[in-house]
């Protein structure tokens, strides 16, 4: 779609300004990502009032053209790099009226790189209840910018604001605010000259900005750090200096257009819900049952769509096996892509439940009561109180978790959360436990209340929060710091969550999810399923032809004979080969070669484990046939005739499935947060290796 | 009247509590605590303190902001 427009909406965050996108542009938007960082590059088209079409672009929410956080560098880029494509004709900075003194500090600094600027006054009812009265007309002629009071909530005024961003000016008019130069005028002046920039503000913040952004040369980043050293820049120093005459700008600003009137400091709404949320013990009571809520939901709610999905895919698939030819092309197609497909559709119900808690939690503002009351507990094993969502929702899938960590800024924290996310024990491992634990531990009562095959289960599930975090803990000490961990945060005041953008929120992780991630499990899918369906040489003929003799053929029935061929071509492919290969590697774990298929096929996913067992031991392939396999697991022998699933066996194997980086899924989400292979890499190394060390422990324990 | 001068520090503040802000001791932490509105001459109040007593949360020109307590120590009231 062509743009005749290019406008940028910048804002502090909890001001409403992606309600205020979401208003202007409607479910016509596009996510990407900022070229080289994880951020959220939220695009969208507006039609004005004139008949153009304007494009607005979501820039991250920030206090300051100062980032705290490599996502908020975004912002100054977007703005102040004229080759970059996204650079906006036109800035609409949003303000919340009822905090304006501070929301006015972002101003300044956008309304002095002199980009045209249009100012959305947000929130002017709560700033009416707080008792703030502001004189609109005056405060716009003192800034020398249209200003517009909108209700983004309420969808007041935005017609007024797109009138306003329709007839704006093409070229800056807006007062300045402070003497930039003054702050250093030598370097200013110097950098004006032999950068050739025309804005003393730009040349300002390129001092201050220039080793990390990325649009400068080497050679241009390099002249700046020596005028630095020549002019004696300070940068810290000049950063105080700014904000000081900033806010003294702001302030008598504030004094000629606002009245406040004096209210009996009555408590606020806000406050009470405080004292109740944040209480020491009913503070924590009513968290751990939100979180409970939470994963409860997101295990039951999603069951049912999940099913259907599946359910879809597999009519899919026997439909297309039906009608089209068959032959190699027809099974890559069905088995491996649409297979591929299934297995990415099929955490769409998870993740789209658990952003839609999230959103709430967020808009409402008790998410950053969540990181208050849990950051002391975090910090102290490296993370953030932001990492208790993502740990817990690990519990339901890491993939929608993982996704969820974008709103840790700090990035050694976000990164640790990351990193340990997928040891807790998520949904894909528990038929697997089940498996097991239903084959080695009886089903009795100790204690007449307390089942031993719970006990187990609850066993598994507590030991891996426990290794979780010890994990972080000792990550804490590798990672190295990027910036120093702050955590000077805002307190939002409560509000009722705003459905629309809940829905818009599900709508666009899902979405984000099946289109980057996809392509990664797709692919791995396609890869499994050739080294499950192929075999070297002509082993597979050899086995084809073995069963059409008569004595197969017409002495044993069809079905049984469908599965004993296909436990046979199993044996016989590269992933039975590639079983047999570790299997030296892997017997000191208790395991044999047949597990080294399920453990190589598992790395597609965890619960695919049932499926290869049952295909291993010639059971009708279907995981609700889960009884048979156990029986058949159960009477497995070795050659020496005892039992292949003895207790130290199975336990080792859930070791190995609560350690192994076993999900390609989480992979590909893991390389799509981080934008970078080492991490995935380095995650599913060290997974792997602790899964080898637990099993081989728990082996040579119970044997 | 004491000679002494004592510093008082905003994480010495009980909840409730009101001091105006004088000075930083940490260049760097104070340019981020500028920004955020809290800066010398603002007065602030300790509107409430986490359950397990680390970060609080502080009322300062016309929001709620949480730091650490160690963050807190660098703020110097009159």
């Excluded at chain 1, 009812?125 to 004189?135: E, Q, R």
């Excluded at chain 1, 300070?234 to 257009?257: P, W």
């Excluded at chain 1, 666009?508 to 392509?519: C, T």
Aim: contains cysteine; charged residues 20%.
């Amino acid at each position: 779609m062509n743009a005749d427009l290019k406008v940028a909406l910048v804002g502090n965050p909890n001001t409403g300004k992606s309600t205020l996108f979401n208003v202007l542009t409607g479910l016509n938007q596009k996510i990407g990502n900022f070229p080289g960082v994880t951020v959220d590059k939220k695009t969208g088209y507006c039609d004005l009032t004139d008949g153009r079409r304007a494009q607005i672009i979501d820039l991250p929410g920030t206090y300051s053209l100062y980032p705290k956080s490599r996502d908020e560098s975004i912002v100054f880029s977007v703005l102040a790099d004229k080759s970059n494509p996204l650079r906006p004709d036109l800035v609409v900075v949003i303000l919340d009226a009822s905090n304006l003194k501070r929301n006015l500090l972002l101003y300044t600094q956008v309304a002095d790189l002199k980009l045209p600027v249009v100012v959305a006054l947000n929130m002017m009812d709560l700033a009416k209840k707080g008792g703030i009265t502001i004189d609109v007309n005056a405060f716009a002629q003192k800034l020398g910018v249209p200003v517009v009071p909108i209700s983004a909530r309420k969808v007041e005024g935005i017609d007024q604001l797109k009138s306003a961003i329709n007839y704006a000016n093409k070229i800056a008019l807006q007062e300045d605010t402070i003497d930039v130069e003054a702050i250093a005028p030598q370097l200013i002046a110097k950098i004006s000259e032999e950068l050739q920039v025309d804005n003393p503000y730009y040349a300002l913040q390129l001092a201050h900005q220039h080793e990390t952004i990325n649009f400068l040369t080497p050679a241009e980043s390099d002249r700046i750090e020596e005028l630095e050293k020549e002019c004696n820049f300070h940068s810290q120093k000049a950063q105080a200096s700014e904000t000081i005459a900033r806010y003294n700008f702001i302030n008598d600003l504030l004094y000629d257009t606002v009245k406040k009137q004096e209210t009996a400091q009555e408590e606020s709404m806000s406050n009470k819900i405080d004292k109740i949320l944040t209480h020491k013990t009913f503070g924590f009571i009513i968290f751990f049952a939100i979180l409970l809520f939470i994963f409860q939901s997101i295990f039951a709610w999603s069951a049912y769509p999940m099913k259907l999905i599946g359910d879809l895919f597999v009519w899919v698939q026997s439909s297309l096996h039906h009608i089209l030819p068959a032959g190699p092309l027809t099974n890559l197609l069905v088995d491996g892509v649409i297979a591929g497909l299934a297995g990415v559709m099929v955490f769409i119900p998870q993740i789209a439940i658990l952003f839609g808690f999230i959103s709430i939690l967020e808009d409402t503002g008790y998410m950053s009561r969540v990181t208050f009351m849990m950051d002391r507990v975090m910090r102290k094993v490296g993370l953030n109180g932001k990492s208790v969502v993502p740990l817990i929702g690990g519990f339901a899938c890491a993939v929608p978790s993982i996704m969820s960590t974008r709103n840790i800024e700090n990035w050694k924290d976000r990164m640790i959360t990351i990193m340990v996310t997928p040891l807790v024990t998520c949904s894909a491992r528990l038929p697997v436990y089940t498996l097991l634990i239903a084959l080695v531990v009886p089903n009795k009562n100790i204690w007449w209340v307390f089942n031993l095959q719970g006990l187990a289960l609850t066993g598994m599930y507590l030991f891996s929060l426990i290794s979780a975090v010890t994990v972080a803990f000792v990550m804490k000490y590798l990672l190295k710091a990027r910036e120093r961990g702050y955590f000077i945060m805002e307190l939002p005041v409560y509000r009722m969550p705003r459905w629309k953008n809940v829905g818009y929120s599900m709508y666009d992780r899902s979405k984000a999810f099946v289109l980057q991630a996809g392509k990664v499990i797709i692919a791995v899918s396609v890869i499994l399923w050739v080294l499950a369906s192929y075999g070297p040489g002509d082993r597979f003929e050899k086995i084809d032809q073995k069963y059409k003799q008569a004595q197969y053929s017409q002495h044993v029935n069809p079905d049984d004979l469908h599965r004993v061929i296909a436990s046979e071509k199993l044996e016989n492919s590269y992933a039975g080969v590639l079983g047999h290969v570790i299997e030296p590697v892997i017997k000191p774990l208790g395991f044999d070669w047949k597990i080294g298929i399920a453990l190589i096929t598992s790395f597609a996913a965890r619960e695919v484990f049932v499926g290869t067992m049952a295909t291993i031991y010639s059971v009708d392939g279907d995981a609700e046939k889960m009884e048979s396999v156990q029986q058949k697991m159960h009477s497995a022998k070795k050659p020496d005739g005892s039992p292949v699933f003895t207790v130290a066996v199975a336990f080792s194997l859930m070791m190995f499935y609560a350690f192994a980086m076993q999900c390609a899924s989480t992979v590909a989400v893991v390389y799509r947060e981080t934008k970078n292979w080492r991490w995935p890499a380095s995650q599913f190394a060290y997974m792997t290796v602790l899964a080898y060390l637990a099993s081989l422990i728990t082996y040579h324990l119970l044997k | 009247m004491s000679y002494i001068r004592y510093i008082m520090r905003l994480s010495q503040l009980e909840v409730g509590e009101t001091g105006i802000v004088k000075e930083f001791t940490d260049l760097e932490m104070s340019v981020k605590l500028m920004e955020m509105g809290c800066l010398p001459g603002e007065q602030v109040t300790v509107s409430r303190i986490a359950p397990l007593g680390d970060p609080i949360a502080i009322h300062v020109s016309g929001y709620q902001l949480s730091l650490r307590k160690r963050e807190a120590s660098t703020i110097i009231l009159q």
